[in-house]
């Protein structure tokens, strides 16, 4: 009876009938969740919308003159510990935490905003446009169409990717902010009519000769990097995805058939379609926010002209917080390895001596230099752009290459520079 009583129902009254249903919780669980993700409109492949490559009509998106191959006919700063920083505006000295920057710009070097010239950006669409270019207008439906938009107008989401992220939606909330539209992050219908475009999100680049003949394979030691004649590109993928402002990967994936090795002149490739920002007056006031990892120009009536996103030291206690001034303002730097500031380095186990490493975009403060009035800190461009927006620095804010020669001629000694929590 005892055995049978264990099994009778219902149960006795020290083991409630119901909770033999408790079960039922946890299979219930499970199959939702799996209906959930099995749901027809997760598994089944979206459209992809794709557009006809459209030839390139406008110069190539710079706000300085074109880079030679041959860096003799460069303007050069060099950057150099221990020495002084001499310009023709006076003496100055700065380093980077842990290592000091002085250096001396020859006579070609301009030093004051009066010698570059100064444009405004132009917000609206243009006006006078021919009925063909109406026919053509339309508005960012996708990620990578608003990041271009953006970057067309100087509020830059980093490298473009295609991919919705946080930098896209820090540019994106300062251009509403510059437009005095709702600063929602969002990609809305009054946004999207501020971001009209009058040319294809897609275009074609060919390479040329010139292209080729100033790639350079990059040395593994610094001495074998201060021997080189320049610090260029090694790749050609390298070469165009920054004179595109795009990362690699979208161009390896917009071009699927193409050997980017093997590249000769001539071969056109598939690039995001980049118009320059219009931009005019002078920089009033640069703006860095440390809790957002961002660089902000405004002209003099409190208008925010440019956005960037920049990267600021690891190290909380390098952080400047406070008011800062341009000191200097340097294209084409080139750079002093001091082994001391590397003791573990082989140059400095070899007792080596420093060494200087000479401009290019894979220059390790890139392709622009501007110095501020406190010891240890300075803006400047960075071989590396995948990784601009993060904490990665040792005190100075870096930029993307392109992003820093836009900065670099709105600039001049004395510019005020806010750095806020």
């Avoid at 490298?159 to 919705?164: E, H, K, S, V, W």
């Avoid at 010139?210 to 593994?220: S, V």
């Avoid at 290019?360 to 960075?382: C, E, K, M, Q, S």
């Amino acid at each position: 009876m005892g055995g049978f009583g264990a099994r009778q129902f219902p149960p006795p009254q020290d083991k409630p009938w119901w909770r033999h249903l408790l079960w039922i919780v946890p299979i219930a669980i499970v199959i939702g969740v799996a209906l959930f993700l099995l749901r027809p409109d997760r598994t089944r492949p979206q459209p992809q919308r794709v557009e006809q490559p459209q030839p390139i009509t406008q110069p190539p998106l710079t706000n300085l003159p074109p880079r030679t191959v041959d860096t003799n006919q460069l303007p050069q700063v060099r950057i150099d510990p221990g020495q002084v920083l001499t310009n023709t505006n006076g003496a100055a000295q700065w380093r980077e935490i842990g290592r000091s920057f002085p250096a001396t710009n020859n006579a070609a070097t301009p030093t004051n905003i009066s010698q570059f010239p100064l444009r405004r950006i132009d917000w609206g669409p243009p006006t006078g446009r021919t009925p063909a270019e109406a026919a053509t207008e339309q508005t960012p439906k996708n990620s990578f169409e608003l990041q271009l938009a953006l970057d067309q107008r100087g509020f830059s989401p980093g490298n473009i990717d295609g991919l919705a992220g946080g930098q896209t939606t820090a540019a994106l909330r300062a251009f509403q902010a510059a437009q005095k539209l709702p600063i929602t992050g969002v990609n809305d219908t009054a946004t999207r009519a501020k971001l009209s475009f009058f040319a294809p999100a897609w275009a074609t680049y060919t390479i040329t000769t010139n292209d080729l003949a100033r790639l350079l394979p990059l040395g593994t030691t610094w001495t074998e990097k201060s021997q080189q004649p320049r610090i260029d590109y090694e790749t050609l993928l390298e070469l165009v995805a920054e004179r595109h402002h795009t990362s690699q990967r979208l161009l390896q994936q917009e071009n699927p058939g193409v050997d980017w090795a093997r590249l000769t002149p001539g071969t056109a490739v598939k690039v995001p379609n980049l118009a320059a920002p219009t931009l005019g007056g002078r920089a009033a006031q640069i703006r860095i926010r440390l809790s957002e990892n961002t660089l902000q120009v405004f002209d003099e009536t409190g208008q925010m002209l440019l956005h960037f996103p920049c990267s600021i030291a690891t190290r909380v206690e390098r952080r400047p917080v406070g008011d800062l001034k341009v000191a200097t303002v340097a294209p084409n730097p080139d750079y002093a390895f001091d082994p001391a500031n590397f003791p573990t380095s082989p140059e400095a186990l070899r007792n080596s001596g420093k060494l200087m490493l000479k401009p290019g975009p894979n220059n390790p403060v890139g392709v622009a230099w501007i110095g501020l009035d406190r010891p240890g800190y300075g803006i400047h461009g960075t071989p590396d752009p995948d990784k601009v927006g993060r904490t990665t620095s040792l005190g100075c804010f870096r930029l993307a290459n392109w992003n820093a020669e836009r900065l670099l001629p709105l600039v001049r000694a004395g510019t005020p520079v806010v750095v806020e929590q």
